[in-house]
């Protein structure tokens, strides 16, 4: 077996991508997504590649399930079961508003994904030491758990008890206890998915991964049964929302750590081509069908978080650090008391941009796209699908253009205007407004869209470089295939650094890379490709705000440490202080490292890209804002050391670069477009 196949789930598309470890080749296949039954457009994107599934030694998945399961609040319906007298910690939450709507008298949070009456109290506590107050009482446990599936029908429970991240003993206890009377009953412990303080935010990752585990469990075993039937049996993995991947039988039981694995896979092709392309500063920027993802790779490594978001419940999973907005293709372009705006309402896939010719009515960006002339209607998916572009126009005047009074160009163009201010403000969230100049960084697009506004966005934040990858569509698809297996794990400590015992924080974790390893060898990870990865997140004692750091694995040096804290926080923040450091929670990374695609390098050509030159055609050209004519190249023909100035159009069937008068591209020796100032 030599193939690997990877399959991205998007909002509109799902992308496949089949690599050939013996000659490095890739083929790269599109889908329609499937939202009522998402692994029916997965196999779909298989069958469109033609690919014998027995040949195939690895298949790798990003989906955005369970992601979807809690907007769409499609989950389980989820009980809770804590510590007498605490049932409304997860209800409760946290009182602040959230920052987009900090002015809204009128806000309201959505509602809970768990019902009051769904949510138990049993006897047994511990202290904030982890010593036993009060044993566990079982009757009231069975008790719980008789009232919450017999009357209340419950099938998913959430298990989660105050200072269990010291001893999860109590926790175990009880699902042992109620796995006996309720075999059917999907268990979630709070302890088998974060050892770490803060009740809320711990029960909250606990409830969502009850919430959605049955759920993801069906949609796997289906996916595994669809894939087995077409002759597969190699190894099947899942991204996880931080990088790295593991095996589906692990993701099952661990289905949080795929909510946003989306998004992950372009992140971790972004990393990997920041040390293949010499480039130490990258932006990302993934523009599908519904969404814009936006993430900062520095020194070759995406920047990480321990804890995400998902509508307003915290998760402590660990994740990049990703900027989200609801700007796609697939957005939707309307009027609010005359101001125009995009999104963050998408088509989606199911009807679509009205160009689709599947019913939607309401304009979008692509429609936009393909009034300005950047998008060939004849020539979308590589012609597999014809756009209808005067369905396109007529609703971008009847709905945009006619009520402010402009020419369909113009209304489509105001709309990039929109789309353009929304993406600088996302980008500049993650960049500027962190201590970090745009400048500096060279902007990696991909996604269907990317491409699209990427250029336009480079212009108008100083950024010297664009980066268009081949197939930038699927580019999310492609990094999949170098994502290491991984795992992560940590423990809480809450100690001064001053008065740290150094033997105790390696007996931790000593602890910790045992049960690591094991869950690197459950997954198939042979001892010597483990690496074993140990951080300290720490804080200046009274602070809210942390940092992690990386150490060795010698003996724990407390000098050592406050000087690699100081140096991230002085680079972070500008400045350090000379006060005592706290050590927050111990955390272990641990990676299986797997073989990463080779990037090839194609024949060079000699310099004139007339061989790739497809004709003109009108398009508007935000440089001149007007419609002018463009050269279209097929971005198949384009050879290393070919360039060529804006306006050009440079078009690959699922995606278009579209480069503005002002700014010239060139092909490097991988075959990548660099577009920069002329």
Not at 66 to 76: K, M, P, S, T
Not at 386 to 408: I, N, S, T, Y
Request: proline letters at 5%; charged letters at 25%; a negative charge.
């Amino acid at each position: 077996m030599s193939l690997r196949l990877a399959v991205d789930i998007g909002g509109t598309f799902v992308d496949a991508m089949e690599l050939d470890t013996r000659t490095n080749r890739v083929r790269f296949r599109k889908a329609s997504t499937t939202p009522a039954r998402p692994a029916d457009g997965v196999l779909a994107a298989v069958a469109a590649l033609g690919t014998d599934l027995s040949d195939v030694e690895l298949f790798i998945h990003g989906t955005t399930l369970g992601l979807n399961a809690v907007l769409e609040r499609r989950g389980a319906a989820t009980g809770i079961i804590t510590n007498e007298g605490f049932r409304d910690v997860f209800l409760i939450g946290r009182g602040n508003v959230p920052s987009d709507h900090m002015y809204d008298f009128q806000y309201e949070r959505p509602p809970s994904l768990v019902k009051r009456r769904h949510t138990a109290g049993v006897r047994g506590r511990l202290d904030y030491k982890g010593r036993v107050v009060e044993e566990l009482d079982a009757e009231s446990v069975l008790a719980a758990a008789r009232e919450l599936v017999e009357v209340q029908g419950v099938r998913s429970i959430a298990i989660c008890f105050l200072h269990a991240f010291l001893d999860p003993s109590h926790e175990r206890a009880a699902a042992a206890l109620i796995r006996e009377r309720y075999p059917d009953v999907s268990l979630s412990l709070s302890t088998d998915i974060a050892r770490e303080y803060r009740e809320y935010e711990r029960t909250s990752t606990t409830v969502l991964e009850a919430y959605i585990r049955p759920i993801f469990e069906r949609y796997v075993d289906e996916l595994e049964r669809g894939l087995a039937d077409g002759g597969f049996a190699g190894r099947f993995l899942i991204m996880r929302s931080g990088g790295g991947s593991m095996t589906s039988e692990a993701a099952k039981r661990s289905p949080t750590h795929t909510v946003l694995s989306g998004p992950a896979g372009g992140i971790v092709g972004a990393a990997y081509l920041a040390g293949a392309l010499g480039r130490d500063s990258l932006l990302t920027f993934d523009i599908g069908g519904t969404s814009l993802d936006a993430c900062v790779i520095e020194q070759g490594s995406a920047v990480a978080a321990h804890e995400a978001q998902l509508e307003h419940f915290p998760l402590l999973i660990p994740t990049y650090d990703i900027r989200t907005i609801g700007a796609g293709g697939g957005s939707i372009a309307w009027l609010d008391r005359g101001l125009l705006k995009v999104g963050p309402q998408s088509a989606g896939a199911d009807p679509g941009p009205v160009c689709y010719g599947r019913g939607g009515t309401r304009p979008t960006v692509t429609d936009a796209a393909v009034a300005l002339g950047f998008v060939d209607p004849d020539r979308f998916l590589g012609g597999e699908m014809g756009l209808q572009a005067d369905a396109a126009r007529k609703a971008l005047d009847e709905q945009v253009a006619a009520p402010l009074g402009l020419a369909v160009e113009a209304a489509a163009a105001g709309i990039f205007d929109v789309l353009l201010a929304r993406t600088v403000g996302a980008v500049r969230q993650i960049t500027v407004e962190r201590g970090r100049d745009p400048r500096q960084f060279s902007l990696l697009a991909f996604g269907g869209a990317g491409p699209l506004l990427a250029p336009l966005l480079a212009r108008e934040m100083g950024i010297a470089e664009v980066i268009v990858p081949f197939a930038p569509s699927g580019f999310s698809a492609w990094g999949m295939l170098s994502a290491d297996i991984e795992d992560n794990f940590s423990r809480t400590l809450m100690t001064p650094l001053d008065e740290v015992e150094p033997a105790a924080v390696e007996a931790t974790f000593a602890e910790v890379e045992a049960e690591a390893l094991a869950s690197l060898s459950a997954q198939g990870v042979p001892a010597e490709l483990a690496v074993l990865q140990r951080q300290l997140e720490l804080r200046y004692l009274g602070q809210e705000h942390s940092l992690t750091v990386t150490i060795g694995r010698d003996t724990l040096d407390p000098d050592g440490v406050r000087a690699a804290f100081q140096e991230l926080h002085t680079a972070r923040y500008g400045h350090a202080m000379a006060n005592r450091l706290q050590i927050l929670n111990l955390r272990l990374r641990a990676v299986g490292r797997t073989a990463s695609p080779t990037l090839v390098e194609p024949p060079p050509g000699d310099g004139d890209p007339a061989r790739a030159l497809l004709g003109r055609r009108d398009a508007f050209d935000f440089g001149a804002r007007a419609v002018v004519p463009f050269d279209v190249y097929d971005r198949a023909l384009l050879a290393p050391g070919d360039a060529f100035d804006g306006p050009a159009l440079v078009d690959e069937g699922t995606s278009t670069t579209v480069v503005p008068s002002g700014q010239r591209v060139s092909v490097d020796a991988h075959g990548y477009l660099l577009v920069r100032a002329a």
